[in-house]
């Protein structure tokens, strides 16, 4: 009898997270920010000394969805900072990888999102209202990163993401920085999130 592939990873925190069934239990937010701190968004292949992560780009996505939607809930805005958290395993594949490889990535991501929300007193499943409020902060910032240090033209970042209105992405600009300074002030804010919810 053939034995069944290991499908667990250790965890800094010592976890043991089964990445095909995860739960709640296996999941540290120290974890989550390490891990989101070291992985590079568009393949690395940005512009500048330090690779773009996710932890970065999900603090922009929490700013501009707190912009877009003033009176969000803490619990929403804390949905909004964790809408890419399973990248911390999986890590992060550029939208047409995400299409070729199927539904397979999806539904493993979505086990994940539900086991993080879960561990951390948010609805398993993200209404679609809310869902789509976070999609369009998320194109923003994509916006934003193309057109900063993806070597997209404005152009064409326009046709693929559309272009943010100038009031909502005003005063914000891509940061660039070592992954443990990252690490930290993502961890911060999930902190203080965390606290007020």
């Known amino acids: 009898m053939a034995k069944a592939p290991r499908?667990?990873?250790?965890?800094?925190?010592?976890?043991?997270?089964?990445?095909?069934?995860?739960?709640p239990v296996d999941?540290?937010?120290?974890?989550?920010?390490?891990?989101?701190?070291?992985?590079?968004r568009w393949n690395g292949q940005t512009r500048g000394d330090y690779a773009y992560s996710v932890a970065e780009h999900s603090l922009l996505v929490e700013t501009?969805?707190?912009r877009l939607c003033p009176r969000a809930t803490v619990a929403d805005r804390l949905t909004a900072l964790l809408h890419d958290a399973p990248?911390?395993?999986?890590?992060?594949?550029?939208?047409?990888?995400?299409?070729?490889?199927?539904?397979?990535?999806?539904?493993?991501?979505?086990?994940?999102?539900?086991?993080?929300?879960?561990?951390?007193?948010?609805p398993a499943a993200v209404p679609a209202p809310l869902k789509k409020q976070i999609k369009k902060a998320d194109r923003i910032s994509a916006w934003m990163e193309a057109t900063q240090i993806a070597g997209f033209a404005e152009a064409e970042?326009?046709?693929?993401?559309?272009?943010?209105?100038?009031t909502l992405i005003a005063g914000l600009g891509i940061r660039l920085r070592p992954p443990v300074e990252t690490r930290a002030d993502f961890t911060a804010r999930f902190d203080a999130l965390l606290k007020a919810l």
């Open 87 to 122: 990248e911390y395993v999986i890590g992060d594949m550029i939208s047409p990888v995400k299409n070729a490889v199927g539904p397979g990535y999806e539904e493993l991501d979505k086990r994940l999102a539900a086991a993080i929300h879960i561990r951390f007193g948010l």
């Open 64 to 66: 501009l969805f707190s």
């Open 27 to 40: 999941i540290e937010i120290a974890d989550i920010a390490h891990g989101l701190a070291f992985v590079a």
């Open 7 to 23: 499908a667990w990873q250790r965890m800094l925190s010592g976890r043991r997270l089964d990445l095909l069934d995860p739960t």
């Open 157 to 166: 970042a326009d046709r693929f993401f559309g272009r943010p209105d100038s």
